[in-house]
């Protein structure tokens, strides 16, 4: 097929061939280090994991590595459970991990894992210069021990009452009903969780301890700095005024236990104590550079370099303090001139449907399951990051992962693409006609596409300040902006087979634009939904492209253009009860005898419930149709405006003013929705 696009610098986007030599930072380039929290091993992933997101469409030189976090007591206990030994538990559990990060598109340079001959290293040469600098200290101190594992056991397997309140169930490390903080050897009646008729007792045991304390207050001043630098997100532990809201920051840090009695873990390189293991939240951070270090050779030109190279980390809020406080303080500690934290983007937490996701009571999608709903993962990936709970917890709801396919994807971004480009296939035979402008940036006078272009540009501008900052739900939101306005703008221009017979140069000219914003789509969309972009590309039968400033005629007049093909599919409404009572850990109901078994009994319901369902039901036949891009958008500020809403309710303390923030912020979600009211959905 003939190809004509424009390749001027920086327009085609530089991807790397298959089998390329390792990426390598360019001495003084931007170079882009990225990392996510490493998922423990011994579990698999649910949805509340899969919501970072990578940004290199910008052609800067980026590597993204993550891996397993696979030392420790955590992975001890459950390859006892499970009747195997931890190397094949770890086995087992990081090609899981590795096949359902592959699925979800989520695009690692490097998927590795810490239980690594170059992560010992690396972990002892830390530890050994942390003793030379006089910052480790050796102390005794009493922990839970089972006499039936036998074995000493970390918090998270001790269960028993609470001291304070009487709760039964009581965690070592918290009590859930008094939120109060624990060690586990105050717990009364304590239980082993691997076997509960085990028997729990207290033995004393020494080990080595890092002074947090003696670095403190060389810690709080990088912070400083680097929350200033990397703009980090607000729940990180420094608020917007640069007063740092960390409790054990502010209280003062103390010596933390850097061993614990495991074997499974990398050695302590101190004689006496080599049959002791590093405890897992010393070495899971550094399992970053001995993950790159597995990739290449050379990774120091990444870990070593803070002159040429950003470290961005991505992570729940419940690994904030381990990546802005307890690991800068180690790095410092080590006194090498270490990469550090530049921007930290963490996220609240997920839950679902109501409640939180649970394994054990088969509450939610874990992993694997996400592949067999036949949800593509590009729909997984655009509901997840379009709800990413960046300033509070947010909810995933099946309703709204299906109306998110049905009203945004296919209706507004898949119906944009597929118009466009089946005309051209249709009326021309797949060749982008002539519409007189030149290749390179568009600048018009007529006033219909004047406004077009200019509103783009605009979105273009956000979207890319957007990513700049890391605030990655509204980049995906000024993509659906953008094709919206692709919409109008194909509405406006009267695209249709009279428009070719009567103006046929306008009707090439309204192509060639539509056509160039599809290609400028495929390039903003590629963070998050891959594969789409990579089908967007197909279609155009063009290659990859970078992120532009501003919006230009790059795929020229007589460009043969790929096959068309719808890029979404409809998900019916029905499905989200199925998917709900698939994945709501609810127990089987028994049947009645000779029922079907194949064909479920509908439930019990009342009148008024009855006559509500009828309601809905009519209204979902009259609002049939594709929503308008004027519906859409406003719904889209709508859920933009509600997140603000719940970010402020989740702030504390509350203030006077706090509670008129709210109240303001209130208000204007109330007017967005009786304008959403009064405007025509379809």
Same mark, same amino acid.
């Given at each position: ?308 190279? &950003? ?337 402020? &309710? ?33």
């Amino acid at each position: 097929m003939t190809q004509r696009i424009r390749a001027a610098e920086g327009v085609l986007r530089v991807i790397p061939p298959p089998g390329h030599p390792a990426i390598l930072p360019k001495s003084g380039d931007t170079n882009i280090l990225i990392t996510s929290a490493l998922p423990y091993c011994n579990n698999v992933p649910h949805l509340g994991n899969i919501i970072g997101s990578t940004l290199r469409t910008r052609n800067r030189t980026t590597l993204y590595v993550c891996g397993t976090d696979e030392y420790g007591t955590a992975t001890e206990t459950q390859a006892l459970k499970e009747g195997i030994t931890p190397r094949e538990l770890c086995d087992k559990y990081h090609l899981v991990h590795k096949e359902t990060y592959e699925w979800f598109d989520i695009g690692f340079d490097h998927f590795g894992r810490t239980s690594t001959p170059a992560h010992t290293e690396i972990c002892q040469e830390i530890f050994t210069n942390l003793g030379k600098n006089n910052l480790l200290e050796r102390q005794e101190k009493a922990q839970t021990y089972c006499e039936g594992c036998p074995k000493f056991l970390a918090d998270r397997f001790v269960e028993g009452i609470c001291p304070h309140c009487g709760y039964e169930d009581a965690r070592g490390d918290q009590c859930d009903n008094c939120t109060r903080t624990l060690d586990a050897i105050e717990l009364i009646k304590p239980r082993c969780l691997v076997d509960k008729t085990h028997t729990v007792t207290t033995r004393t045991s020494a080990h080595m301890y890092f002074r947090m304390n003696d670095v403190q207050e060389r810690t709080k001043e990088w912070i400083k700095q680097s929350w200033k630098n990397g703009k980090w997100s607000m729940n990180s532990v420094i608020n917007s005024d640069g007063e740092i809201t960390d409790a054990r920051l502010n209280s003062g840090l103390r010596p933390t236990p850097l061993t614990r009695d495991l074997k499974w873990g990398v050695p302590v390189p101190v004689e006496g104590d080599d049959e002791f293991g590093m405890k897992g939240k010393f070495d899971a951070p550094i399992g970053y550079p001995s993950i790159t270090a597995n990739y290449t050779p050379e990774w120091k030109q990444w870990w070593f370099n803070p002159k040429d190279v &950003k470290l961005y980390q991505f992570m729940g809020k419940d690994n904030v303090y381990f990546h802005t406080v307890y690991y800068p303080s180690v790095q410092l500690g080590d006194g090498r001139d270490w990469t550090m934290l530049h921007h930290v983007n963490s996220t609240e937490y997920l839950n679902y449907e109501g409640g939180k996701f649970s394994k054990s009571r088969g509450r939610g999608v874990f992993g694997p399951a996400a592949k067999e709903t036949g949800i593509p993962s590009s729909v997984w990936r655009y509901y997840l990051l379009s709800s990413r709970p960046e300033t509070a917890d947010s909810m995933f709801s099946w309703a709204e992962c299906i109306a998110a396919n049905n009203n945004v994807l296919l209706n507004n971004f898949g119906n944009f693409v597929n118009r466009a480009l089946k005309f051209v296939a249709s009326q021309y035979n797949g060749v982008l006609p002539d519409g007189g402008d030149t290749p390179g940036p568009l600048s018009v006078d007529d006033p219909l596409d004047g406004k077009f272009v200019a509103e783009i540009n605009e979105l273009l501008k956000v979207y890319i300040d957007s990513m700049e900052a890391v605030k990655i739900r509204q980049g995906l939101q000024t993509v659906m902006f953008i094709s919206s306005a692709g919409n109008t703008y194909l509405q406006s221009s009267g695209l249709n087979k009279a428009l070719m017979t009567e103006n046929p140069v306008r009707c090439g000219q309204v192509l060639s634009r539509a056509v160039n914003l599809i290609y400028v789509l495929s390039a903003l969309i590629y963070p998050f939904m891959p594969a789409t972009s990579d089908a967007i590309l197909a279609q155009l039968n063009a290659p990859p492209r970078a992120v532009p400033e501003a919006l230009s005629t790059d795929i020229l007049a007589g460009h043969t253009l790929g096959k068309p093909e719808h890029l979404f599919k409809k998900i019916e409404e029905s499905m989200a009860e199925t998917f709900r009572l698939k994945f709501g850990g609810m127990e089987p109901q028994p049947q009645a005898a000779g029922a079907d078994p194949l064909q479920a009994a509908p439930p019990a319901v009342s009148k008024r419930q009855a006559a509500a369902a009828a309601k809905k039901a009519a209204t979902a036949k009259a609002d049939t149709g594709p929503k308008s891009p004027e519906y859409l958008a406003l719904e889209a500020k709508i859920q933009e405006q509600g997140q603000v809403v719940r970010g402020l &309710k989740g702030q504390t303390p509350k203030t006077s003013e706090s509670e008129a923030q709210i109240a303001s912020a209130v208000e204007v979600l109330k007017g967005l929705k009786l304008e959403l009211e009064s405007l025509p959905k379809n």
